[in-house]
């Protein structure tokens, strides 16, 4: 919960204890004097798919699931490497103590965590790589995502895209396909006995 709190407040611009942030192309990141960085995303599953997926050519940067190489041969997403890389920039020279993203945030969290070795946890997680071999540094992530949360299931699992480290996936009752990205809607949920018994409840090592 105290990860996820810190997304709400980092939408909410509310965020404290702040020693320095980024918006750079669109890319927000702010790094706060406990060691903890953030990453935000899109809040909203629609923008989410417009300025992310673009699988039709139109807005953003035309990635749609254009797909590159990382400096490991390991084939991204490439919206998400680009987003990655530029947080990536920013963080590794303060040797971050953890990690947090949500959506977009989630896909970068994702790749910065394993490549600095850093405890991450990352909310709504979209699928960032093609790759079917564990990488090291893969145990430092840990994805919470719903089952009714559409960009969980992106890009799809058919085209071989996967989550980078473990994946939790949150069940509620009842289902509300495809609108429940809110970070907002993961706090109601991790609120619940049977969410509590089944995630874990501290930053991975």
Same mark, same amino acid.
């Given at each position: 919960?105290?990860?996820?709190?810190?997304?709400?407040?980092? #939408?909410?611009?509310?965020?404290?204890?702040?020693?320095?942030?980024?918006?750079?192309?669109?890319?927000?990141?702010?790094? $706060?004097?406990?060691?903890?960085?953030?990453?935000?995303?899109?809040?909203? *599953?629609?923008?989410? *798919?417009? @300025?992310? /997926?673009?699988? @039709?050519?139109?807005? +953003?940067? %035309?990635?749609?699931?254009?797909?590159?190489?990382?400096?490991?041969?390991?084939?991204?997403?490439?919206?998400? $490497?680009?987003?990655? !890389?530029?947080?990536?920039? *920013?963080?590794? +020279? /303060?040797?971050?103590?953890?990690?947090?993203?949500?959506?977009? %945030?989630?896909?970068?969290?994702?790749?910065?965590?394993?490549?600095?070795?850093?405890?991450?946890?990352?909310?709504?997680?979209? !699928?960032?790589?093609?790759?079917?071999?564990?990488?090291?540094?893969? %145990?430092?992530?840990?994805?919470?995502?719903?089952?009714?949360?559409?960009?969980?299931?992106?890009?799809?699992?058919?085209?071989? @895209?996967?989550?980078?480290?473990?994946?939790?996936? /949150?069940?509620?009752?009842?289902?509300?396909? %495809?609108?429940?990205?809110?970070?907002?809607? #993961?706090?109601?949920? /991790?609120?619940?006995?049977?969410?509590?018994?089944?995630?874990? !409840?501290?930053?991975?090592?």
């Amino acid at each position: 919960m105290e990860a996820a709190k810190l997304i709400e407040d980092a #939408y909410a611009k509310r965020l404290t204890d702040v020693h320095t942030e980024i918006d750079v192309r669109g890319v927000q990141a702010t790094y $706060l004097n406990s060691g903890v960085l953030v990453i935000p995303g899109t809040n909203e *599953f629609r923008d989410w *798919f417009d @300025f992310n /997926l673009n699988m @039709f050519g139109q807005g +953003g940067d %035309g990635h749609g699931f254009e797909v590159v190489s990382g400096d490991s041969g390991t084939k991204w997403h490439a919206g998400f $490497l680009e987003h990655a !890389q530029i947080v990536y920039s *920013f963080a590794k +020279g /303060l040797r971050p103590k953890f990690i947090v993203g949500h959506s977009l %945030g989630a896909a970068s969290a994702q790749i910065v965590g394993m490549s600095l070795r850093t405890p991450t946890i990352a909310f709504a997680s979209p !699928q960032t790589c093609r790759s079917r071999t564990r990488m090291p540094g893969e %145990g430092w992530v840990v994805n919470i995502c719903r089952v009714d949360d559409d960009v969980c299931h992106q890009p799809p699992r058919i085209l071989g @895209f996967r989550t980078i480290g473990s994946r939790y996936w /949150l069940s509620p009752d009842p289902l509300k396909l %495809g609108e429940d990205h809110k970070i907002d809607n #993961y706090m109601d949920l /991790l609120k619940t006995k049977k969410v509590k018994d089944r995630v874990p !409840q501290a930053w991975p090592t």
